[in-house]
Each structure stands twice: as C-alpha cells, then as structure tokens.
C-alpha cells in the first residue's frame, strides 16, 4: 500500500463514536456484508466469516477463521473477532472494534483525539516469525495508508510491543484506523489482529 497525503472529510457529528470501517458517509446494509468489506480489503484476505451474533437490536459480532487446504469447516481457526454496529445518522452498519487473542492495542484508546504528527501505538502482539505489522488507513479515502511499521514480538505468546506512526498526512477530523496484525506466513490468512479507530483533532 503507498503511503498517501489526501485531504478527507470528517465524520458525521452525529455519529455516536468513529467506525473502524467503511467510511461515515459508506452505508452497508448488513452487518455480514460489514465485515466481509473489513476482511477482504483491510485484512487483504478472502472472507471467512461467522454468523453474526447480535449484542442488542443495533449491534454485535462476528469471528473472522483462517480458511484451511480442504476447505473443512471443522478445521478453519478463529483468528479474530468483529464487532459491528449500525450506527446514525445513516443506519449502515459499521466495524467498530477488531480484537484477537494474540494482538492487541492497548493505547491510543479507542475513539481517541490525537494529533496530525506522531502516534505511539501500544499493545500485545504475537505472530510467525515475531513478526507484527501495524498500520494507520484513512477509510474515508478508500483505506489509504497514512504509515505501515513493522515490529518483532513473539511466535507464541502475547508480548508488549510499542511503534509510532507518522500521522502528519491526515487533516482535521479525519477518522483514521489503526490496524495491527500479526503475521501468519500464509497468503490467505489473516491472522489475528487488533483494530481501533481514532481522530484527528484541530
């Protein structure tokens, strides 16, 4: 993904919290088709959902599985989980939070106000290899990259890790989505993963 500097529109004022993904003016009408969105063009992977368990009348999750070889149900491996909300003003449904396991992001909090410069990114993580990605997206600008870092953790067991994103491309009110995802050394695998989303204050 190029890293980018696009100008962006803010997110609605009447929105009760940022969403991870799509964009604030995006309507999906499903929560499934949401989540598919999430995985296939954030995660960069083929989708391989479950159903979705509903929290309330506007809101619930969904898990994210790895496919396998043969394609045997009972052998994919929940990577992650989704949670979803349809939100107002214009009632689509949107991610709102990504967490896994093994990946973590324990600071910025979500739906933080944080500067266009530096963004210290905190949490646990694992991965093949040690390996961890984080990254920052502008979902209002289709996923643009705003800055990818790469960090070392663990193959097996959660460890701290810390990275500092450069933010300095967003503009005021940009919702930016930061997504941090362990990796497996799998093409079609997405890993676990953690998700939040953050503005950017004037």
């Known amino acids: 993904w190029p890293v980018c500097s696009p100008t962006t529109t803010a997110v609605p ?15 999906i009408d499903t929560p499934e088709a949401a989540a598919a969105d999430f995985v296939e063009r954030v995660l960069g992977v083929p989708p391989v959902l479950g159903e ?3 929290g309330d009348a506007r ?11 043969d394609d045997d149900p009972a ?20 991610v ?5 396991e093994g990946v973590s992001i324990t600071a910025p909090a979500p739906a933080a ?12 993580g694992r991965g093949f290899e040690s390996n961890l990605v984080v990254r920052a997206l502008l979902p209002a600008v289709d996923g643009a990259e705003l800055d990818l870092e790469f960090t070392m953790t663990d193959w097996t067991t959660p460890v701290p890790y810390a990275v500092t994103l450069d933010l300095s491309g967003a503009s005021p009110g940009d919702v930016v989505a930061v997504v941090a995802v362990g990796d497996t050394g799998l093409g079609v695998d997405p890993s676990e993963f953690a998700a939040i989303a953050v ?3 004037d």
């Open 52 to 54: 979705f368990r509903p």
């Open 75 to 94: 052998t994919v491996f929940p990577r992650g989980l989704l949670t979803l909300r349809q939100l107002a003003p214009t009632d689509g449904w949107y």
């Open 13 to 27: 004022t009447a929105f009760e919290y940022p969403p991870v993904w799509p964009a604030a003016d995006v309507v």
């Open 199 to 201: 503005v950017v204050s």
């Open 59 to 69: 809101s619930g999750e969904i898990v994210v599985f790895s496919p396998t070889d």
């Open 113 to 124: 106000m944080v500067d266009a410069g530096a963004l210290t990114v905190e949490g646990l």
């Open 96 to 100: 709102v939070a990504g967490s896994s």
